[in-house]
């Protein structure tokens, strides 16, 4: 059986951090052929830079390539996340620079380059932030659905109300126009959204389980999670949500996850309500909408998977 071929498009931020460690100890399962970067979590050159340390860490150096992207949306004035992902994104945690440098492609081109010839064995994108990159891909480049088997985004909201606004959730309110373009784009989607990553939070204990595992890894991944709970308790009182590494989680467990089909819009009218995410919950969608999870499971899958580290 082939293994599921696999792009990551991130912003990293913690969590984004999180879910790739994940993606890269699944190896078993999918295969990752790129990392792509954006503005986000924090600017462009620190994202690019993140995703450089974090492909390190896991032993990956030049084996995977990373590509940096859009350093700003595609219409609204740049907004980053540092009060949630400290001013490098990665919460302050000492990492040593990345010796490894990115990709000199650019990260539109990757995905359109690398689309383009996987037409006939489409790949899986997994979006966590902003969607700047994929629908400039998606706007040059048309017939790279071709080679898109579906789209995996983490963004949005519909019953938990925004984390950014009252409203909107960040990646989304973020860059509104991108998101728009992606969720109209008619291409098979999955949402992990904030209906249901709010059901997903990390406890200390979670936590102390990862670093029990005791590998170099496993202990900077609990780290990761420990900071964003220490920021997501400065900000919001609560620990934090698994946001970004339910996308990945929900590629190896999707029995784990549910919700209903729709499409979606974006709100782009300026106001209290730009960048809200409106679903309309139809059979005959292209957007699974996951709205339910067995959060214990998925703590689980994450563990087993952080546990390969030590092996």
Not at 12 to 22: C, F, I, R, Y
Not at 102 to 116: D, P, Q
Not at 141 to 156: F, H, S, T
Request: with cysteine; aromatic share 4%.
């Amino acid at each position: 059986m082939r293994k599921r071929q696999i792009i990551i498009d991130c912003d990293p931020g913690l969590d984004d951090a999180v879910a790739l460690l994940v993606a890269f100890a699944a190896s078993d399962m999918m295969d990752v052929v790129g990392i792509t970067t954006v503005a986000g979590n924090v600017p462009a050159p620190l994202t690019l830079r993140n995703a450089r340390i974090i492909r390190e860490l896991a032993g990956k150096g030049r084996e995977i390539p990373v590509c940096g992207g859009a350093p700003v949306p595609l219409l609204r004035d740049p907004v980053t996340a540092e009060d949630f992902h400290g001013t490098t994104g990665l919460g302050g945690i000492p990492f040593p620079k990345p010796r490894v440098r990115a990709s000199r492609a650019n990260a539109v081109n990757f995905l359109v380059r690398t689309l383009r010839a996987a037409k006939g064995f489409p790949m899986t994108l997994v979006v966590t932030g902003p969607m700047t990159n994929v629908a400039l891909a998606l706007t040059i480049a048309p017939d790279i659905r071709e080679g898109l088997k579906e789209i995996v985004v983490m963004g949005g909201a519909d019953t938990e109300g925004g984390n950014i606004t009252p409203h909107a959730e960040f990646n989304i309110f973020a860059d509104p126009h991108a998101a728009q373009a992606v969720f109209q784009s008619g291409i098979p989607m999955r949402v992990l959204n904030l209906d249901v990553t709010h059901q997903m939070l990390t406890s200390d204990e979670q936590v102390d389980r990862v670093r029990a595992l005791g590998s170099p890894v496993a202990i900077r991944a609990a780290d990761l999670l420990a900071a964003s709970n220490q920021l997501e308790e400065q900000g919001k009182g609560r620990k934090a949500p698994l946001h970004d590494p339910s996308t990945i989680l929900a590629l190896l467990r999707p029995d784990l996850f549910e919700g209903p089909m729709a499409t979606v819009s974006v709100e782009l009218q300026a106001g209290e309500r730009f960048g809200r995410t409106v679903p309309d919950y139809r059979q005959d969608g292209h957007i699974r909408w996951y709205n339910k999870v067995d959060a214990d499971a998925v703590f689980s899958e994450m563990l087993g998977q952080l546990a390969r580290y030590g092996e």
